[in-house]
């Protein structure tokens, strides 16, 4: 059963870039031409899609957060990673990991799931 | 950006009864060459991540109960819960696969009442 684990400092300073792992155990970020994502949710709000990466290394983010995001791949360690740069204290929120399958005719991403469990992090001095 | 609308932001509903929770898009998610409809939803109850109920707008997941059910196509959709269980109070998203960004509705919190 895939499961998803999300690791990383839950407190970050102002200006400071925010760095955040995602392990992936009964399955391979190699396997399936799947993509990972990155979602996060404000305390007591909705959610809001960060980006994506396929195994491969190829990305696509959302364009509000487009200049400050990055996300890679390390297939060695079975991991994908989150940085998001310049951070203030409308990024604090927690932040999900999830997996999503490739859609057959539009080679896109679908649904999620499954999803890490989250982690807060809040960005204060 | 695709902009999903969800009606009610909250719900009250007796055990037993049935609840509806509707979500608008901006546009249409239906990709015309293969008649699907890009919309998902997925439940979350407190402390939980979400967890997918429905895809393809009408096609539950593996192990979701029957009492959930999705409908509509093109920009008008619907959630129901045929007969509201205890176990079902959570808040509950529809979510655009359509195109990047990809968005969710704002939410609708559902209360046993």
């Known amino acids: 059963q895939l499961q998803l684990q999300e690791s990383g400092p839950g407190l970050a300073k102002p200006s400071e870039t925010l760095s955040l792992t995602c392990t992936v155990s009964g399955g391979s970020v190699s396997s399936d031409n799947n993509y990972w994502g990155w979602i996060r949710q404000p305390p007591g709000k909705g959610l809001e899609w960060i980006g994506n990466i396929h195994y491969s290394g190829s990305t696509y983010y959302n364009p509000s957060l487009k200049s400050r995001v990055s996300i890679s791949v390390d297939t060695s360690n079975n991991q994908f990673s989150l940085n998001l740069s310049s951070v203030s204290a409308a990024d604090t929120a927690v932040y999900h990991c999830?997996?999503?399958?490739?859609?057959?005719?539009?080679?896109?991403?679908?649904?999620?799931?499954?999803w890490g469990q989250g982690i807060l992090v809040t960005v204060s001095s | 950006d695709i902009v999903m609308t969800q009606s009610p932001d909250s719900l009250a509903v007796s055990l037993g009864e049935r609840a509806t929770i509707d979500c608008k898009s901006s546009q249409s998610v239906l990709y015309s060459s293969n008649n699907k409809n890009y919309l998902a939803w997925y439940q979350q109850k407190p402390g939980q991540p979400p967890k997918v109920l429905i895809y393809w707008a009408s096609t539950r997941e593996s192990g979701v109960p029957d009492r959930f059910s999705g409908s509509g196509s093109g920009a008008d959709f619907t959630l129901t819960i045929s007969s509201l269980q205890a176990e079902d109070v959570a808040v509950y998203y529809c979510?655009?696969?359509?195109?990047?960004?990809?968005?969710f509705g704002q939410g609708t919190k559902l209360e046993i009442k």
């Open positions: 979510h655009q696969y359509y195109r990047p960004p990809y968005t």
């Open positions: 999830a997996k999503s399958t490739p859609n057959s005719e539009t080679y896109l991403s679908t649904w999620f799931d499954p």
